[in-house]
């Protein structure tokens, strides 16, 4: 019997890679991490103190036997993502992979009768600056501080993680509630389109920026993951998805394997868009 791995095997093979991911320790954060591990990757999850990225790695160490480390981090304080690099450097000694996954997910139907701030023309400044510097700035900077060490390493890899409202608008009337006038309707809010779309941008920029020091960047677009919504809108997405559903907690897992490994090779500053189809419609 021939034991030695064959060529799926090797373009999907992670083994002694080292793959960090911001907001890891969050609903997908994780997931993406448990494939990258399964893949043979040491998984770095950083993530805010409360959200305990520490037992998340901890979980994740145990369920596939590859060492992970998780650490608290703060995305949006600079000199925080430097002391998360120095400790993984001292404990890995490389960087390989960076997801930035990190975003602020506000939700929209938790907003009060007769207090909708969720509409553009209340958005509160301190919301837009606060959506922006975790899921734009955070993203940046930790570029910025791993990438160096991919490139000065000559080798690595950078997912964004994007949405299928990277490339389309919302549809507001999925937000909508029964009984409020228009003035005070949810509406999903505008710097989650923002920091989306701008993440392509950064995408294709950092792609070509160390193309020559072999780091790809590539963005993924996912749709909606069901996760307990109500009904009431879950059925009206789904008419507007030709698969007809919302996507499974580990069903971008296969997409972020492709990115993050070398079955991507040739693949640099693209946007994969993974979400049932919605935006072909
Ligand atoms: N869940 C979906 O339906 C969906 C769809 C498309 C795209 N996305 C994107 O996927 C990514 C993950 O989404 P999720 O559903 O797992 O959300 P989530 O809220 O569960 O995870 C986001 C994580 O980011 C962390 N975070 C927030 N502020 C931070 C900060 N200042 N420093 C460090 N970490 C911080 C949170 O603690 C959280 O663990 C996000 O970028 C999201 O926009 C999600």
Known sequence: ????????????????????????????????GAILAAAGAHVVLLDLAVANPAM???????????????LPMDITDEKSIVEAKDAVLEKFGRVDILINNAANNPKVEDQKPGQPWSRLENFPLATW????????????????????EMAARGSGVIVNVASDLAVIAPDQRLYRQDGLPDDEQPVKPVTYSVVKTALLGL??????YWVGQGVRVNAISPGGVFNGQPDAFTAKLHELIPMAR???????????LFLCSDASSYMTGQNLIVDGGRSVL
């Open 129 to 148: 600056n606060a959506d922006i510097a975790v899921g734009l700035t955070g993203a940046f900077l930790c570029s910025r501080i791993f990438g160096q």
């Open 56 to 70: 998340r790695a901890e979980q994740l160490q145990l369920a596939h036997g590859v060492e992970c480390l998780g």
């Open 246 to 256: 919302m996507a499974h907690k580990d069903e971008y897992q296969g997409a972020i």
């Open 1 to 32: 019997m021939n034991a030695s791995p064959n060529r799926a095997q090797i373009l999907f093979d992670l083994s002694d890679r080292v793959a960090i991911i911001t907001g890891g320790a969050g609903l997908l954060g994780y997931h993406h």
């Open 203 to 208: 995408t294709r920029y950092l792609s070509t």
